[in-house]
């Protein structure tokens, strides 16, 4: 299996995914994983709003690096994120579905650089958010040879 990119950027993704509880637990999915690529989906829930009735740009960010996360993991080597910045442009709303996709710009030896792109429903850009990325020791699923 490990000889098709996709499939195996379909296992990476399903793997994680049951091992996140984080991203669970705030009701986003996975819509969608290719090599270096991924995007992921959340509805934004009363208890994730702040004091002026918006999106807490914090579970902005966490949808944002979720999908970062999946898309530098969609090779199959575990990687981490080394460092990111994230750019808010416009407020996530309750009961907006917010859209995280992420792209790999370079991947080079160890090192992945990522651009996310979060919008509304409406195709609102909401947030850009840009990752680096760090291969460390190991694969996220065991694949047969």
Known sequence: ???DPQALAELAGKTMYERDPASQALGMLLDEIRPGYARMSMRVR???LNGH???HGGYIFMLADSAFAF???SHNFNTV???CTIDYLAPGREGD???AEAVEQALQGKTGVYDIKVSNQEGRT???FRGK???VSGMVAEVAQ
Request: charged share 10%; proline share 0%; net charge neutral.
């Open 1 to 3: 299996m490990h000889s």
């Open 81 to 83: 994120g080394a460092g």
């Open 97 to 99: 579905v917010l859209v």
């Open 126 to 128: 909401v947030a850009l």
């Open 133 to 135: 990325s760090h291969r």
């Open 71 to 73: 898309a530098c993991n």
């Open 53 to 55: 009735a918006t999106c």
């Open 46 to 48: 009363g208890d994730m």
